[in-house]
């Protein structure tokens, strides 16, 4: 059985730092695609960053680039998010999620989700 679990979430002030982890059973996640979006209140689920199969690339979003950080361990089956410089706009529900599409913007494509780990930045 697949499974997904993110943590790491939590409350930090602005320009602080947080690092999300999400740890993968069922399947190497080196052999899919893994990416990080995130959902804010009364906002669709949007792509933050991916990571391909293997390592190889990284895909980030515009708003994010420079400040975070997607990377994978795969003998721990795990991937992470460094968030730095942290911002309240970044307060949103984050999740991890499997697939083979490799895009940000194709949630279709990803076939398997977390539950999600809440970041909450005040100013």
């Known amino acids: 059985q697949v499974q997904l679990v993110e943590s790491g979430g939590g409350s930090v002030q602005a320009g602080g730092s947080l690092r999300l982890s999400c740890a993968a059973s069922?399947?190497?996640?080196?052999?899919?695609?893994m990416g990080w979006f995130r959902q804010a209140p009364g906002k669709e689920r949007e792509g933050v960053a991916v990571?391909?199969?293997?390592?190889?690339?990284?895909y980030y979003a515009r708003s994010v680039k420079g400040r975070f950080t997607v990377s994978q361990d795969n003998a721990k089956n795990t991937l992470y998010l460094q968030m730095n410089s942290l911002k309240p706009e970044d307060t949103a529900m984050y999740y991890c999620?499997?697939?083979?599409?490799?895009?940000?913007?194709?949630?279709?494509?990803?076939?398997?989700w977390g539950q999600g780990t809440q970041v909450t930045v005040s100013s």
């Open positions: 990571i391909s199969t293997g390592g190889g690339y990284t």
């Open positions: 069922g399947y190497a996640s080196s052999s899919y695609c």
């Open positions: 999620a499997a697939g083979s599409a490799c895009t940000l913007r194709n949630l279709y494509g990803y076939n398997y």
